[in-house]
Nanobody, 124 residues
Framework: QVQLVESGGGLVQAGGSLRLSCAASGRTFSSYVMGWFRQAPGKGREFVVAISRRGGSTYYADSVKGRFTISRDTAKNTVYLQMNSLKPEDTAVYYC?????????????????WGQGTQVTVSS
């Protein structure tokens, strides 16, 4: 069982930055591929980025490539999402997710555990 708790969301102006954190419980953090997803009002949940178990591989959605950076700190059992050059269309609830497996996965159905989400609002 893994519990995920996101933090760091908030209101920011377009062009600004935020850093989201996702703290994971348990002693097997390094056994999980970690991902970030988001859900905008009235839309389905979409993939943002994922990072492999040891952090050596990442995969970004085209919409955030070059602006967002994912990283993980095994000692702190935490994964981060640094978001720069934010746009109003980045407004969404952001979810952290954990997949007990290997590689880097995009599809939400693969993920085993989810956080409660944190709201990110980008004003124009």
């Amino acid at each position: 069982q893994v519990q995920l708790v996101e933090s760091g969301g908030g209101l920011v102006q377009a062009g600004g930055s935020l850093r989201l954190s996702c703290a994971a419980s348990g002693r097997t953090f390094s056994s999980y591929v970690m991902g970030w997803f988001r859900q905008a009002p009235g839309k389905g949940r979409e993939f943002v980025v994922a990072i492999s178990r040891r952090g050596g591989s990442t995969y970004y959605a085209d919409s955030v490539k070059g602006r967002f950076t994912i990283s993980r700190d095994t000692a702190k059992n935490t994964v981060y999402l640094q978001m720069n050059s934010l746009k109003p269309e980045d407004t969404a609830v952001y979810y952290c997710a954990a997949y007990y497996g290997t590689g880097v996965v995009v599809h939400e159905n693969h993920y085993d555990y989810w956080g409660q989400g944190t709201q990110v609002t980008v004003s124009s």
